[in-house]
């Protein structure tokens, strides 16, 4: 028996394919299955009218390309029906648990349902005002945070004001997936979102998924994902009442993701020619971390200067590092700016 296609169909069917198999990662044999099945598709994609330019092959397998997922919109699609299955799931969870055991084995009743929904109601509007920064473990009388984060800093902060993180075992899985990444765009971007849900104060992941939203010129998802970023980072670092700390020192690898994710964060504000923001959190940064490893001071020198971002990565960029010819521009200027440097200067002598 032969099923036969209208380019139309085919074309909805290859979209609805794409979709599934970005939501599979186990069993990892079913998901390779439904891979297969989809490149065995899409291989016949010259009979149904489509591109060369709507299909990538590597290694024998056919895979939708960028510009087609992009051109009809597939990664928004599969972004917003995630996160609303996710908080459809987790609501109705949530509701059945709080109606307790009683209804375990019988039917709702009219006013049953009822309580349901508004209490299903209640729970979206939380995750859609908050994420998940108020969800709790319960352990007997005790209270068990989610993360460690969410509570402050008292155990990573020394008396002295001293900031510095702990290990997160996410690291070890993480660094397994920059070794060997996905094959398929949504399903690194999948990957990445994994990452951030299983630990939202581990900061590489959402640098990973700025990186690539802002490559692929999904800039709108690119600014969304480093501020909230910046947000949790911002509430890592703080104690209990809301105090950032004194220090938060490159020399300690654990800090070098949240101080990447500040320096991201603010670098995206100079972009978008929101310098005076910019320079305040950049600024930020240099206190905390007055060694400077990042090269922070270069970029409030630059700000000073009234030196746009575009036309300071010209004169500077050396293909993804600074050369020395940055430092003698430095000192050749900074001293204009005794009100920006000189605290700077006298603490790093000392």
């Known amino acids: 028996m032969n099923i036969e296609l209208t380019p139309k169909q085919y074309l909805a ?17 079913l998901s390779q299955e439904f891979l297969d099945l989809e490149s065995y598709i899409l291989s016949f994609y010259k009979e149904f009218g489509l591109k060369e330019t709507d299909i990538t092959k590597n290694k024998g397998k056919f895979r939708l390309s960028y510009n087609f997922l992009e051109e009809h919109n597939l990664p928004e699609i599969l972004d917003e029906n995630t996160n609303t299955a996710l908080y ?27 309580v349901f929904q508004n209490l299903i109601k209640k ?7 908050n994420d998940f920064d108020n969800l709790y473990i319960k352990q007997s009388s005790n209270v068990i945070q989610l993360s460690e984060g969410a509570q402050g800093n008292q155990e990573k902060t020394d008396e002295a004001g001293e900031f510095v993180d702990k290990d997160h075992p996410i690291q070890s899985q993480y660094d397994k997936f920059l070794d060997d ?4 765009t949504q399903q690194i971007i999948k990957r990445l979102k994994y990452f951030i849900q299983k630990d939202p104060y581990f900061f590489e992941s959402y640098l990973s998924l700025y990186e690539l939203y802002y490559k692929k010129g999904m800039l709108k998802k ?13 509430s890592y670092i703080k104690d209990d009442k809301g105090n950032m700390p004194k220090k ?6 654990e800090n070098r993701h949240i101080i990447r994710l500040f320096v991201n964060k603010a670098v995206d504000l100079w972009k978008k020619k929101k310098t005076k923001e910019a320079l305040e959190l950049f600024r930020t940064i240099l206190n905390l971390n007055p060694e400077d490893n990042p090269g922070v001071r270069y970029y409030i020198l630059a700000i000073r200067m ?24 430095f000192r050749t200027n900074h001293k204009s700016f005794p ?12």
């Open 88 to 114: 459809f799931n987790l609501a109705g969870s949530l509701a059945s648990r709080d109606l307790g055991e009683k209804y375990k084995d019988e039917p709702f009743n009219e006013k049953d349902l009822k």
């Open 123 to 129: 729970y979206l509007k939380e995750f859609e005002e």
């Open 306 to 329: 009234n030196i746009p971002f575009g036309d300071f990565e010209e004169r500077f960029d050396q293909g993804g590092y600074y050369d020395d010819s940055i430092d003698e521009w």
């Open 339 to 350: 009100d920006e440097f000189d605290w700077w200067e006298k603490e790093t002598q000392d």
């Open 222 to 234: 690119a600014a969304e994902i480093i501020d909230y970023g910046y947000q949790k980072a911002l």
């Open 181 to 184: 990444p996905p094959e398929t």
């Open 13 to 29: 069917l290859i979209k609805l394919i794409n979709l599934g198999n970005a939501t599979i990662i186990n069993p990892p044999e």
């Open 248 to 253: 938060l020192r490159w020399g300690f690898f």
